[in-house]
Each structure stands twice: as structure tokens, then as C-alpha cells.
């Protein structure tokens, strides 16, 4: 397998970090109860997270990992949806296992760390915080941080010149086509956990530099 040698590391939160799907979960469904709407299935939920809030809402509300909702109903929608996560965001998640010593590993290189999420900042900050990872990253970008999310390199890009550090010495960890897409954009390398969310698809298929089942593989795979 590859070995990488970075100066520094972004990782992606949902899916890579934290399973977030029950606190989404619980959300979508208080939004469609709210709404009049059916309760929608964890498997789905799962297959619809990692493009942000108002991707979520808007497969939530059509059932369908490819829909556009009635403009009028997404507005209506969103709020409720919003109020309901910040009600539910870090009650039921928690870390995937291997998550602490991978994190422990990369800051004992003294590599760059950083957390690059296409979820909002609203909910990222709490997120961080109530798993107590908050304090292990320098910077932390949210999905509405700049005006371009992942799949756009934008947010890896802005992270390596705020640590000035080249792309080609960048490191992504994710768990989706959307980490894939942006740090190839990028010219970042690309690892990706096997555990995450990706649309229901497995995340080999999309060929990232490297697949592990556990961030305690990280200690086998980078540094000198
Ligand atoms: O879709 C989201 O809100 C977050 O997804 P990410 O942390 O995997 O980028
Ligand atoms: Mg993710």
C-alpha cells in the first residue's frame, strides 16, 4: 500500500469521523412529522448525507437521493429542519472506533491538522465540541465557510495556503466521491474510510489512493 508523507492533514466529519446519522435521523423525521410528512428509513438518510444541510432536506423531503422539492415546500422545510438538528446535533453520535488514536497519531507527527465539512458551521462548532474533538484541528471549514463546498477544491485549497503548505505535501481523509473529487481537484492524496456514507455506493469503486477500515491503520500508512 502506499505510504504518504504529509505536512498536513484534513479530515472530513460525517462519516470519517463521527456517525452523525441518528442525530440526522431523528431530525428528518421531527421535520416530516412537523410537516405532515411520512418518516423516512435510517438506510435512506444514510445514502443522503454529505453534500450539506439543504441537499439532505431536499432528498428528505422527495424521498429520492436526486430530487428537487417544490421550491415553496424546501422554504418551508428548511427551518424546521434546522431547528430540529440543532435540537438533536451530538445527542445520539459518536465517534467510529479508531478515531481518537488516529487523530492522536497524525498530531503526534506534528503534521497540520485541520477539518473540512460540508456540513453547516452552525452545527459543525456544537459537533466538534459535544465529541470533544474541536481542539484537535487548527482550522475547521465549514460547508458555508466559502461560497464552494466539496466536490469543489476550494476549501482544501484555502486550508493548505492558510498553513502554507503545497498541495502536492496535502492529505485528505474522507469517506465519499465528494473527498475524492476535491482533493484530486485539489492535487491533494486521498484516503478514505470504508465504514463511511457514500450514497450507497462503495467508496473503492471511485479509486482514492488508499481504503482503510480503521484510522488505527494510519500509523502503517503515513509518516516517514
Ligand atoms: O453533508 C453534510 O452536511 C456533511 O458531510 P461531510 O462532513 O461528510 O462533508
Ligand atoms: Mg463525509
Known amino acids: 500500500m502506499a505510504r504518504f508523507t504529509p505536512r498536513m492533514v484534513l479530515f472530513d466529519l460525517d462519516g470519517t469521523l463521527v456517525d452523525s446519522v441518528p442525530d440526522l435521523l431523528v431530525a428528518v423525521n421531527a421535520m416530516q412529522r ?3 410528512n411520512p418518516e423516512r428509513a435510517e438506510e435512506d ?7 450539506g444541510v439543504e441537499r439532505l432536506v431536499e432528498r428528505a423531503l422527495t424521498n429520492d437521493l436526486d430530487g428537487t422539492p417544490d421550491q415553496a415546500a424546501f422554504e418551508a ?12 446535533n451530538g445527542k445520539h453520535s459518536r465517534l467510529f472506533d479508531g478515531v481518537t488514536q488516529g487523530l492522536d497519531f497524525i498530531r503526534s507527527l506534528g503534521l497540520s491538522v485541520g477539518c473540512v465539512t460540508n456540513k453547516a458551521s452552525a452545527f459543525t462548532l456544537p459537533l466538534l465540541e459535544q465529541t470533544g474533538l474541536k481542539d484537535h484541528f487548527e482550522v475547521i471549514i465549514s460547508g458555508d465557510t466559502l461560497p464552494l463546498k466539496k466536490p ?22 474522507g469517506d ?3 473527498d475524492v473529487k476535491a482533493a484530486r481537484a485539489a ?19 471511485f479509486d482514492p489512493d488508499a481504503v ?3 484510522m488505527t491503520e494510519l500509523a502503517g500508512l503515513v509518516g516517514r
Request: aromatic share 14%.
Open 152 to 173: 469543489d477544491p476550494a476549501p482544501l485549497i484555502y486550508s493548505a495556503g492558510w498553513f502554507h503548505v503545497h498541495p502536492s505535501e496535502a492529505l485528505m481523509i
Open 34 to 36: 412537523e410537516l405532515g
Open 212 to 214: 482503510i477500515d480503521s
Open 77 to 88: 422545510a428548511l427551518p424546521v429542519f434546522k431547528r430540529a438538528y440543532a435540537e438533536s
Open 45 to 51: 438518510v444514510r445514502n443522503w448525507v454529505g453534500n
Open 187 to 205: 492535487g491533494f492524496s486521498i484516503v478514505c474510510m470504508s465504514y463511511g456514507y457514500n450514497h450507497g455506493k462503495d467508496i473503492r469503486d
Open 176 to 178: 465519499s466521491i465528494s
